[in-house]
């Protein structure tokens, strides 16, 4: 399956909600009513666009339709998609990442990290790099089996502590183990937390502290799995782990199952930080590069605004 493709499947749901069914909004019409852009900003709200985001984006729609002279379906989707492609292209990056590479994965308890940490394996492997896994969630035994079946499905390397060990000990081991075999991308699943447990986002901040003495000067990502389905309480999660570690990105897990994908809208917006991979599905090539241009063409579908 294309890209592309994958795109608009996983976001099928968002789309079917947002703007499947842009020719019941417009209705004949050749100009933008104001019950029309009420409309539209419910829908995006609905979408879990955020009530703020959504707001700008009517408000720039509305501004760009004016000089239409006879507008339709598929112009207004194309000036919705203009408007949230120039707000998600603001906090976008290349998905480029330095050799050697850190990569940390946080989140809440069963947002996708271990998942994620086992498809980016994958992906990094298959890109050429030696990957290795490290298995930093010490709190339940079965997190670490979890993780070396991802690492016998990836074929990448893991590194593992005694059950109990403290998680930061064995991001140390496996950093330095990792460095000296050569590894080039090292990937740290974590435990779930919740953001406002104070001795566990210490635990956090502990881990990062000691990432970087075990491999100084080595680029550390640090990005947040988050759960599509959880809603605008995912902006409370994001903000706390921002503030705590200093994210660099994020990745949005079950964009498939959900209707609400427009939260990755309201995150990059409110926030400000890139959208790195989006989790589509469980198996190891479920996850796609984040890339704004195919969001917004798989969010507002242009074919399903043609029938009017
Ligand atoms: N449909 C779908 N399911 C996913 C996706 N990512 C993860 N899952 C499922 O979500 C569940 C939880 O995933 P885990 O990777 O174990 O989550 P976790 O964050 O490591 O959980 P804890 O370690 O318990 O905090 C599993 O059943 C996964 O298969 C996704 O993108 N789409
Ligand atoms: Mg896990």
Redesign the pocket.
Known sequence: MGLFDKFKNGLFKTAQQLAGNLETLLTGATQLSNATIDELEERLVKADVGTATAAAIVKEVKESVKNEPALDNVILANHLRKSVLGKLSKVHVAANLPHPVIILLV????????????KLAARFSSEGRKVLLAAA?TF?AA?EE?LTEWAGRAKVEIVRGAHGAAPSAVVFDALKSGLSHGSDCMVV?T???LHNRLNLMEELKKIVRVAEKAAPGIAQEKWL?L?ANTGQNAMNQAKEFHKEVGLTGLIL?????TAKGGIVVALAVELGLPVRY?????QVD??IPFDPQMFVEALVPITAAHSS
């Not at 989140?107 to 994620?116: L, S």
Request: hydrophobic fraction near 30%; glycine fraction near 24%; charge should be negative.
């Open positions: 989140g809440v308890n069963g947002a996708g990290k271990t998942t994620t940490a086992g969630d339940r997190a979890q699943d435990a779930g937390r799995v759960d897990t079950k964009i498939d199952g989006l989790g589509v599905g469980e479920d996850l």
